[in-house]
């Protein structure tokens, strides 16, 4: 029953948030050298099965027919992807993972033990932490948080946010999406630093 309830959120597709991953890598890369503490929050994941046929279709130079199999995919990926023996995918931390040279340890953070579990089973270095951010959990702090299209999706967004902004380390970054920056307006401790990048004000220890 307990998997049944288990919430899978979906990354939709392959490379969608990559070059604010390389963005991150080079603002990492520019910081004194030391190991980085890394989060990622809420990255979902999709079923093996249709892993190898998603694709960003929005984008005009896919073609009419690649965009036609993306949707398909997209669409049948959010069915079977509730059915609790559905091996699954988080694409998120394993695209972050490839897009940094930085040294680094990785954390992921998620609601759903199926999602965490196919990330330890790609990364078995990663530490994964189960928490649900309405709850407001005390997250480790970390020097970069990963939190896209998560805020804009909760019921309490603004709990959420907290917990997710909170983690940030000062002097550290927050990648967001825009729907869910929206959120960081009444915070002067964030400033926008490109898009869907904000760093948190203060020196990092």
Not at 148 to 159: E, S
Request: charged content about 25%; glycine content about 6%.
């Amino acid at each position: 029953m307990t998997r049944l309830l288990d919430p899978v959120g979906s990354t939709s597709w392959h490379h969608r948030h990559g070059e604010s991953f390389r963005r991150l890598n080079e603002l990492l890369a520019a910081a004194p050298v030391r190991v980085f503490d890394i989060m990622v929050v809420g990255p979902g994941a999709v079923t093996r099965l249709l892993t190898p046929l998603l694709n960003d279709a929005s984008r005009p130079t896919r073609g009419r027919w690649r965009k036609l199999v993306g949707d398909a995919a997209r669409y049948g990926d959010q069915l079977l992807r509730r059915l609790p023996t559905m091996a699954l995918r988080s694409l998120e931390p394993l695209e972050l993972r490839t897009a940094l040279s930085v040294p680094h340890r990785l954390v992921v953070v998620d609601r759903s033990r199926r999602v965490l579990a196919a990330v330890a089973r790609d990364l078995p270095t990663a530490r994964c932490i189960q928490a649900d951010l309405e709850q407001c959990p005390r997250l480790d702090p970390a020097d970069a948080v990963v939190a896209f299209n998560v805020i804009c999706r909760l019921a309490n967004p603004a709990a959420g946010l907290a917990a997710v902004a909170e983690a940030v380390r000062p002097g550290g970054w927050l990648l967001i999406d825009d729907r869910s920056a929206a959120h960081l307006a009444g915070r002067a401790d964030f400033l926008a630093v490109g898009d869907k990048i904000h760093r948190r004000r203060g020196t990092s220890p």
